[in-house]
């Protein structure tokens, strides 16, 4: 094998690198996930829940909705009474209610149960956008079935 071989190889390697390198950006576009939600303009915890999405790198679109409106919507979607919180999301397919941390978002995606999606009902103190996570009460985030019935996806203990 001869010096010039090796040359013609670092070169092809190094062609074929900067073609992966120049696609990338276009993957990370595609992987980039749109959350849209459905909120009430007047909400100061739900543009603070919204703040979190996008530091963490989603890119989140605003519908004003409130009142019956936005009820309508969440029970139209599968999201039971009982589940029900301040706005309502939308992420690749499934819902979002409520002040649902990043992390279960993630892992709602990742293992893509066949489910409506995740629900913090009420909208308990230090959960994302709702105060403080050291002091935070003790919360569970819940999978919503497409039956309507829930179970605990995640339980967050009191700080």
Not at 8 to 35: E, H, K, Y
Not at 64 to 69: D, E, I, K, L, P
Not at 127 to 152: C, F, K, N, W
Request: proline share 6%.
């Amino acid at each position: 094998m001869s010096k010039h071989d090796l040359t013609r190889r670092g070169f092809f390697a190094s062609a074929a690198a900067l073609g992966l390198s120049a696609a990338l950006p276009g993957v990370a576009r595609a992987a980039q996930t749109d959350i849209h939600v459905m909120k009430d303009p007047n909400c100061g915890c739900c543009s603070a829940w919204i703040d979190i999405l996008q530091d963490e790198g989603f890119s989140v679109t605003t519908e004003r909705s409130f009142g019956t409106a936005l009820t309508r919507y969440k029970m139209e979607n599968g999201i039971p009474a009982e589940m029900m919180s301040c706005h309502t999301a939308r992420i690749d397919g499934y819902m979002l209610e409520g002040h649902v941390p990043v992390a279960d978002i993630r892992r709602l995606l990742s293992e893509r149960p066949d489910a409506v999606g995740l629900a913090v009902p009420g909208m308990p103190y230090g959960s994302p956008g709702m105060g403080p996570e050291d002091q935070r009460e003790a919360y569970d985030v819940h999978l919503i079935r497409r039956d309507g019935t829930t179970e605990v996806f995640t339980h967050y203990t009191a700080a």
